[in-house]
């Protein structure tokens, strides 16, 4: 497994390497691939508007993410996208979850995995989608605006307050996935959440889910995907804004350096090209 450091330093600033190029490149799909594709993304559409009216009659929040969770982990295993997850025994309770974002299937695979205290942290664009949207709400996902500083604003005191009352919540700091294997840039957010509510932060690295849902090809394929939770990061309590901002960035780098550690791909921070919306 690649270092963080030496992985960083030799993708940082450099054009992604054939070979990255081509595990991100999804291969092209047979009639046998194209019908599972179909049949599961009607697999998907069918849990989806089953959960719903459950979901409007289910008052108590922890038991409508559980609902969820049940949901998607079936899902997932109807679609034969086998889940392997490690190390969830060690979640402290609450923390900030950070996870590298790679495909659109991310999102639902940590909704199976993690336990029902988590909020999801998602870009205000999803709410917008007939049944995401409702469905998002209904498990208490916190929606941030990203491209509107005034109200990026509000939504991030939202969620500083979220954290300091004890809530568990889930980022993807990278904001996006990209064409090209690696890890992108890491907003700061999560991470100033953590350091001022005095939370640790714990990294957890997805495989597989670029493979079984590949950035820039809407088919999904069958296959294994793999959920590491990392060593948790711990935060120091300071009254200080100046040393929480500072904490903030050091929290950053950690939980990156974890990441690029365990799944030892390139460094993309100053090199991402094809960036696509997520």
């Known amino acids: 497994m690649a270092n963080a450091n030496s992985t960083g330093k030799s993708a940082r600033g450099a054009a992604p390497t054939a070979a990255s190029a081509a595990a991100a490149e999804p291969g ?6 194209l019908l ?21 009659l289910t008052p108590k929040l922890s038991r409508r993410r559980a609902l969820v969770s049940t949901l998607a982990r079936l899902a997932l295993r109807l679609a ?10 060690q979640l402290p309770q609450p923390c900030i979850v950070v996870a590298n974002h790679s495909s659109y299937l991310d999102g639902v695979v940590l909704c199976a995995t993690l336990p029902p205290w988590f909020g999801f942290v998602i870009k205000r664009e999803m709410s ?4 995401a949207g409702t469905l998002l709400r209904h498990i208490g996902a916190e929606f941030v605006e ?22 568990s919540l889930v980022f993807f700091p990278e904001g996006t996935f990209s064409t090209s ?20 932060v714990v990294p957890i690295a997805i495989r ?29 309590r300071s009254a200080r804004e100046q040393a929480q901002r500072e904490h903030a960035v050091l929290l950053r780098d950690a939980a990156r350096n974890a990441l690029l550690a365990a799944l030892g791909e390139p460094d993309l921070d100053d090199s991402a090209r094809d960036r696509c919306p997520s």
């Open 28 to 33: 092209r799909l047979g009639p046998l691939g």
């Open 36 to 56: 599972y594709g179909a049949l599961t993304w009607l697999l998907f559409l069918l849990a989806a508007t089953l959960a719903l009216p459950v979901l409007l």
């Open 80 to 89: 034969r996208m086998r889940l392997e997850v490690h190390g969830l025994g």
């Open 128 to 131: 917008a989608v007939p049944l």
């Open 146 to 167: 990203r491209g509107h500083r005034l109200r990026g604003g509000r939504d991030a005191r939202r969620l500083l307050r979220s954290a300091a009352g004890g809530h």
């Open 181 to 200: 294997v690696g890890l992108l840039h890491f907003h700061i957010g999560a991470f100033a959440a953590a350091a001022r509510a005095n939370l640790p």
């Open 208 to 236: 597989g889910t670029r493979r079984c849902l590949p950035p820039g090809s809407p088919w999904p394929r069958p296959g294994a995907i793999r959920i590491d939770v990392l060593a948790a990061l711990p935060a120091t």
